[in-house]
Nanobody, 119 residues
Framework: QVQLVESGGGLVQAGDSLRLSCAAS????????PGWFRRAPGKERDIVAAIAWNTGSTFYADSVKGRFTMSRDNAKNTIYLQMNSLKPEDTAVYYCAFREPGRRDYEYWGQGTQVTVSS
């Protein structure tokens, strides 16, 4: 059974940093394309960052460019999202997800971790 477990969320002040982790089990995701998403209160779920399965390049939403860094450790079957210079508008539930190579949709999702940034 595939399971994705996020951790690292919490309550921080503006300007602080957090590192989110997403540990996968039940399958090896080294060839899958991972992504981080977030859903702010009252808003749609948006993509934050993603790694392309074919090139390995990383995409970042404009709102987090220069502040967030996504990485993966295939040996640990884990992906990370380093979040620096956090802003109140980064407050959201953050989700990790994976999609199979060549697929458009993300098939595997974590349960989400809350990040709250106070001003």
């Amino acid at each position: 059974q595939v399971q994705l477990v996020e951790s690292g969320g919490g309550l921080v002040q503006a300007g602080d940093s957090l590192r989110l982790s997403c540990a996968a089990s039940g399958r090896t995701f080294s060839t899958y394309a991972p992504g981080w998403f977030r859903r702010a209160p009252g808003k749609e779920r948006d993509i934050v960052a993603a790694i392309a399965w074919n090139t390995g390049s990383t995409f970042y939403a404009d709102s987090v460019k220069g502040r967030f860094t996504m990485s993966r450790d295939n040996a640990k079957n884990t992906i990370y999202l380093q979040m620096n210079s956090l802003k109140p508008e980064d407050t959201a539930v953050y989700y990790c997800a994976f999609r199979e190579p060549g697929r458009r949709d993300y098939e595997y999702w974590g349960q989400g971790t809350q990040v709250t940034v106070s001003s």
